[in-house]
Nanobody, 124 residues
């Protein structure tokens, strides 16, 4: 499966952005899918995930501000980000687990497929 992330950009603190991740080759509901982010000089970290049956999991740092969702008709996963903070600045990656794995994994090694990343910059 191929993943293509988009939607990043420059936004002021307190603003909103929506990231998209289009899947090609399989249906988005076939996988546990997730968003990760990597800030300069830091390791890639888990942000949010959505399971086959649409359960969602969030990192504490984004809970209440971010919403992960998917549209099967569009074969796209989304990350709606609100109340953005400068510390949210990072390259955001979408990822998918192998179809046979149905549990959310919060580390990068749990994901077999990755998009190319999209940069989100939040100015203060």
């Amino acid at each position: 499966v191929q993943l293509q992330a988009s939607g990043g950009g420059l936004v002021q603190a307190g603003g909103s952005l929506r990231l998209s991740c289009v899947a090609a080759g399989r249906t988005v509901s076939d996988f546990v899918m997730a968003w990760f982010r990597q800030a300069p000089g830091k390791e890639r970290e888990f942000v949010a995930a959505i399971t086959h049956n649409s359960n969602t999991v969030y990192a504490d740092s984004v809970k209440g501000r971010y919403t992960i969702s998917r549209d099967v008709a569009e074969n796209t996963m989304y990350l709606q980000m609100s109340s953005l903070k400068p510390e949210d600045t990072a390259v955001y990656y979408c990822a998918a687990r192998s179809p046979s794995l149905t549990v959310v994994h919060r580390t990068t090694r749990g994901y077999a497929y990755w998009g190319q990343g999209t940069l989100v910059t939040v100015s203060s």
